[in-house]
């Protein structure tokens, strides 16, 4: 031994420092280099290379190392996957759910036997540490194929009543390249889709490698391709028109882009966004354990993750321990190489997104806030940003308003646990939070408080597969994970996909109040209504129907009405409606938010008896509404009982489901308990079918409010008489102000005030093709949940297409709150 | 080496303290993974470790031999030949001290002398170890007898049923009892017994009445009850030591002891006062590892570093 040696060892002895604790990278060098370092599409089970595509060369953010040449995709090479994903998912879809269990299965037992090479790919791809990249990324990449073949396996008899919509586009970011890409991937397949991946630019290869991965494993050719492109290339493929549904997780402004882009052509969708989550923490903390939650909330991955904790709002009696010991925590932090085995942190993924949060945190500085980094090594050359605790701002400043997506946590102080709920909802945004208190009331109260997908009680971005994942607001919807992940992929089995191409002017469309109607008398002949008590002929008293908003009639705001003609003589006005506008829609959706806090806490029995309640006063009307029905349908008298007496079945139907439908305890790998509650959506506006007036009016707002939801309900447009005259239903059973909120008029132009809402939380619309793209486009805005059904008309006496559990999907969101348990240790 | 005076007990304190399990489990866990010293560092580091040893024996067997042979062993730790390739030949690499029962303090006394290491603390177990279930005037006379027989660290354990009943103005006043025994010059180094304590939440005000009765180290265990010295209660003691030190200025010592075998996992205790406390807390007068094996495994894996080989066990000299 060297008598250098000797004098390293002593000066370490006496400095006690780290050293270099290197992963080897020659695994992933010698795969790319049996690719001669140049990557092609995965297509159909080979790589694909055509000719004359511009390249992209993938580098090392940790050293700015070129790691490897990719390919730009055009659109040819969009349409070769795609059909090759239409091929294949002829096959694929009709194989038994046992094979597709055995196929997902084959994959995760691959992805074990290739982990350490695809860990390594993926950190020196996008500059995440290797210890994430190990004990992360990659097993959460087996665990979902794991837990999906699980579903394929049981998919007969879990999801009988529903089937694959046919090719997936997915698009994904940078942040968890495979991981994300999987979250998509598992499902999919598992359903019998097959798919196209788009990577991100930055991030391609460890896709690539999944792919080749996934060929090695057996999966047949063309289910799972990977093709490679820039932005706009993504948006080829989502609007690719043998593309069915487009699966995406990435910034909210792309998000909105691809709701636009496919508003209205019959795909699928589901979007998880962005987030500026809070971590809440409460003075029953064990504020320790807080502060190294706060390490995994904000510094995980560099901060770039859609669930980062980046609002942290303590206490105030705790504020100022709490941020000493935050500040006091970050100086023990570890930056370098992704390769390096014992770093906290790496490098941020491209130099763009390193200026994106060194010009946040600059602004922040020169607005006057507190800029903590504290001292400790950066190296020179890489995009490497310091973790980064900023306080002295407020609910106004930008840095706490919107997403960073890097190392820098924003810190706020809050009085009580409802101030801490209301800061922690004063956001756009809504993917997840945590709250940290050792006390159980506190900690669960908050955790149903908060609009979030995710809640972690003393904990912070925990995933596992069997728990769903996905925002509220403008974080998305639909979720990753869980059982709830499979509707995502799939359809009801009664209908079929179309594709629709309408051209609408989103500008005008619906703009114009009382459209098709004039509110002008002189339309029909006059009342003939008479009553001849004692031979004494007088007329009816007069019945106008007025809108219905906070439990009471309202004349219009407009003062206009439509008149409503009989079927069988257009001559013959049975009543006038009310027209509403814009200010009837603002009222009523005002209506709904003041009742949805007191509707949600109801016992659920209370909300089913209420329901019930409604069938009996429903059916003691039962032969005046069904005469009205067939008078102004035109429909036999028959028929028209056949719709009253159905409607009271699904009022039964949705009573029974008030108290069965609230979530499930998912089993995750926490040593714990994971609970997914099905919460309402919110506030739901619903425009209803023309078709079957009262039916369809029933079918939509009864599952809608036994999910707790509160609606703002159009009618019928042609025959809105029976829904108006459930009004007095629902007075007469105990139905509270504001739960159920009924506007007449125009459908489109109402419709078009609902979407256009910022505090309307999903849209259901039942009309025109043209009505449905506009919905779906609109909603982009604050991306609500929609359901639209583009011009097409179901049969609501069907049960399979009446009810049942796709009302349910569209009725509820998922949450899922995560509490680790224990507190003795030993005896 | 540092000193405790120790404050009032503060009950306020003590009962405002809250451990979250799951959350400590998920940080020992994790900060294991985070954190690792390879070659040179390594070795570096299993030295530290070295020299931060208890070495200790414990045993209803003990006698003047095996005393003996443990107090050479303490002093001359590493093979020459191997401190002499590392550079450290001439560093004067010794255990920490060493640690016997009360019984066996004269033996390790005279034994030191012999070897040339006087310099090396001895440290004694006391107060009825490892239960404590004797009468408690017996345990303030084996502390006085045991540092009149030379000892200059007094391992006490605290009466776990004090403790488990919440008693803990008893506890206290027994500590302080007993580090009033110890008098001026010896170090009190007062043993939780953590596995028996149940909770973590135990632990933590365990650790601090521990601290404000003025013991200069607090303990995890005597390797006698079921769960010793464990990442988690490791963490939860730090961190009651951290912030003492915030809160007083007075820098306490940490003992992992019972279950430390392995090279690996004395670099890990290591990471773990450098992260949590920082670099003065992986000095000797601030952290001992109570160990009686886990010599013998650095040893072998310093033989590595140096030869490149592994040892066998009869290469190298047996405590």
């Known amino acids: ?827 | 080496m540092a000193h405790n005076p120790g404050m009032e007990l503060d009950m306020g304190w003590v009962n405002g303290a809250v451990v979250d399990l799951p959350a400590v489990n998920r940080r020992a866990a994790t900060l294991l993974t985070k954190r690792t010293v390879k070659k040179s560092w390594q070795a570096a580091w299993l030295l530290r470790a070295v020299t931060c040893i208890d070495l200790t024996t414990l045993s209803g067997d003990d006698t003047v031999t095996n005393v003996q042979r443990l107090c050479f062993k303490a002093c001359n730790p590493i093979r020459q030949d191997l401190l002499d390739a590392m550079g450290m030949g001439d560093y004067g690499i010794t255990v920490g001290a060493v640690c016997v029962y009360s019984a066996r303090v004269k033996d390790a006394v005279q034994s030191l002398k012999q070897a040339g290491g006087a310099a090396i603390p001895i440290a004694s177990v006391a107060t009825g170890f490892p239960a404590g279930q004797v009468p408690f005037e017996t345990r303030l006379k084996e502390i006085s007898m045991a540092v009149d027989l030379g000892a200059t660290e007094i391992d006490i354990v605290i009466s776990r049923d004090l403790a488990l009943s919440g008693d803990w103005g008893k506890v206290y006043d027994e500590i302080k009892a007993c580090k009033a025994a110890c008098g001026e010059n010896v170090h009190l180094k007062t043993i939780l017994g953590t596995g028996d304590l149940g909770t973590l939440t135990n632990v933590y005000k365990a650790s601090l009445v521990a601290m404000m009765a003025g013991s200069d180290f607090i303990k995890t265990s005597t390797g006698k009850e079921g769960v010793n010295a464990t990442m988690p209660v490791g963490l939860t003691m730090v961190r009651a030591i951290r912030e003492y030190f915030h809160k007083t200025g007075f820098k306490v010592g940490f003992k992992p002891a019972g279950g430390i075998r392995t090279a690996k996992d004395s670099c890990a205790w290591l990471a773990l006062m450098k992260e949590e406390l920082g670099d003065e807390w992986m000095r000797a007068d601030l952290f001992r590892i109570g160990a009686s094996s886990l010599l013998t495994d650095i040893e072998r894996q310093l033989y590595h570093f140096v030869t490149g080989r592994y040892a066998a066990a009869h290469q190298l000299p047996m405590a």
Not at chain 1, 593 to 618: C, D, F, S, T
Request: charged letters at 20%; proline letters at 5%; aromatic letters at 10%.
């Open chain 1, 1 to 827: 031994m060297a008598g250098n040696l000797g004098s390293e060892i002593r000066r370490i002895f006496e400095n006690m420092e780290y050293g270099p604790a290197p992963e080897s990278a020659d695994i992933a060098k010698k795969w790319l280099s049996q690719h001669k370092d140049s990557l092609g599409h995965f297509i159909n089970g080979e790589w694909v290379k055509p000719e004359n595509r511009k390249t992209y060369t993938t580098c090392s953010p940790a050293t700015g190392e070129a790691l490897a040449d990719t390919i730009q995709g055009e659109e040819e090479d969009v349409n070769l996957a795609v059909s090759c994903a239409k091929t294949a998912f002829q096959s694929w879809s009709q194989l038994p759910a046992h094979t597709r269990a055995r196929h997902l299965y084959a994959v995760a037992r691959n992805v074990q036997k290739h982990h350490r090479l695809i860990a390594v790919i993926e950190a020196l791809d996008n500059g995440k540490s290797i210890r994430e990249t190990r004990d992360c990324d990659i097993p959460l990449v087996a665990r979902h194929f794991y837990h999906y073949a699980g579903w394929a396996q049981l998919s007969d008899t879990e999801m009988r009543e529903w089937k694959p919509v046919g090719v997936v586009g997915a698009i994904v970011p940078w942040n968890f390249p495979l991981m994300l890409s999987t979250w998509k991937v598992c499902p999919a397949l598992a359903m019998g889709n097959t798919v196209v991946l788009k990577p991100a630019t930055f991030t391609r290869l460890s896709a690539l490698l999944f792919a080749e991965i996934c060929h090695e494993a057996g999966l047949p050719p063309g289910v799972f391709n990977v093709v490679t492109g820039n932005g706009s290339f993504g948006s080829k493929l989502a609007l690719h028109p043998d593309v069915d549904k487009v699966a995406f997780t990435g910034s909210t402004p792309v998000g909105q882009t691809l709701r636009r882009l496919t508003a209205g052509t019959g795909k699928k969708l589901s979007l998880e966004l962005g987030g500026k989550s809070p971590v809440i923490v409460m003075d029953t903390a064990d504020i320790d354990s807080a502060v190294e939650g706060i390490v995994d909330a904000v510094y995980f991955n560099q901060g770039q993750v859609c669930s980062a904790g980046s609002r942290l709002l303590v206490q105030e009696n705790i504020f100022d321990d709490v941020i000493q010991r935050v500040k006091e925590r970050l100086k023990h932090f570890r930056i370098g190489h992704s390769l390096d085995k014992a770093i906290d942190m790496g490098a941020i993924v491209s130099q763009a997104q390193y200026n994106t949060i060194k010009e946040y945190v600059d602004d922040a500085r020169a607005t006057g806030a507190d800029v903590f980094q504290p001292d400790i090594p950066v190296p020179a050359k890489g995009f490497y940003y310091p973790p980064t605790l900023i306080t002295n701002v407020q609910t106004v400043s930008r840095v706490v308003r919107e997403e960073i997506f890097g190392p820098v946590l924003v810190a706020l102080p809050f009085r009580t646990a409802k101030e801490a709920g209301n800061l922690g909802n004063n956001t756009n945004y809504g993917l997840a939070a945590s709250v940290w208190s050792e006390n159980l009331p506190t900690a669960l109260e908050l955790a149903i408080t908060l609009k979030a997908g995710t809640v972690w009680v003393n904990c912070h971005n925990l995933f596992d597969a069997a728990a769903g994942f996905g925002g509220y607001r403008e974080s998305g919807f639909g979720r990753d994970g869980g059982k709830e992940g499979l509707y995502e992929y799939v359809m009801p089995k009664w209908e079929q996909t179309t594709r629709h191409h309408v051209d609408i002017d989103v500008k005008t469309f619906g703009a114009s109040f009382g459209s098709g109607t004039t509110p002008t008398p002189g339309q029909g002949g006059p009342s003939k209504s008479h009553l001849c008590p004692n031979g004494i002929q007088q007329p009816l008293v007069d019945h106008t129907y007025k809108v219905y908003y906070g439990g009471a009639q309202k004349r219009p705001d407009g003062c206009y009405s439509r008149p409503i003609y009989a079927a069988h003589d257009k001559q013959t006005i049975v009543a006038y409606v009310g027209d509403s506008n814009r200010k009837d829609v603002r009222n009523a959706v005002e209506a709904a938010h003041k009742a949805a806090p007191g509707w949600g806490k109801r016992a659920a029995h209370n909300r089913a008896q209420i329901v019930y309640y409604m069938a009996e006063n429903l059916e003691l009307r039962r032969q005046e509404i069904a005469q009205r029905i067939s008078l102004l349908t035109g429909q036999t008298l028959e028929n028209s009982f056949k719709e009253v007496d159905l409607s009271i079945q699904r009022l039964f139907y949705w009573g029974a489901y008030a108290d069965k439908y609230g979530g499930n305890v998912q089993e995750t790998t926490l040593y714990g308990c994971t609970v997914c509650i099905r919460e309402p959506v919110g506030v739901v506006g619903i425009a209803c079918p023309d078709e079957f007036p009262l039916l369809g009016f029933v079918s939509l707002f009864a599952p809608a409010i036994v999910r707790a939801n509160c609606v703002v309900i159009i009618p019928s447009d042609k025959y809105p008489i029976p829904a108006l005259d459930f009004y007095q239903v629902f007075d007469t059973s105990d139905l509270p102000a504001g739960v159920v909120n009924v506007l007449s008029g125009n459908k489109d132009h109402i419709s078009k005030y609902l979407t256009e809402h910022q505090n309307v939380d999903a849209m259901w619309y039942f009309g025109s093709a043209e009505g449905s793209k506009f919905v779906e486009f609109t909603s982009a805005e604050n991306v609500k949940r929609t359901w639209v059904n583009y011009g097409k008309e179901r049969d609501w006496m069907d049960h399979d297409q009446g009810q049942g559990e796709e009302f349910l999907y569209h009725a509820t969101q998922c949450k899922n709150i995560w509490m680790p348990m224990g507190t003795t240790f030993s005896n």
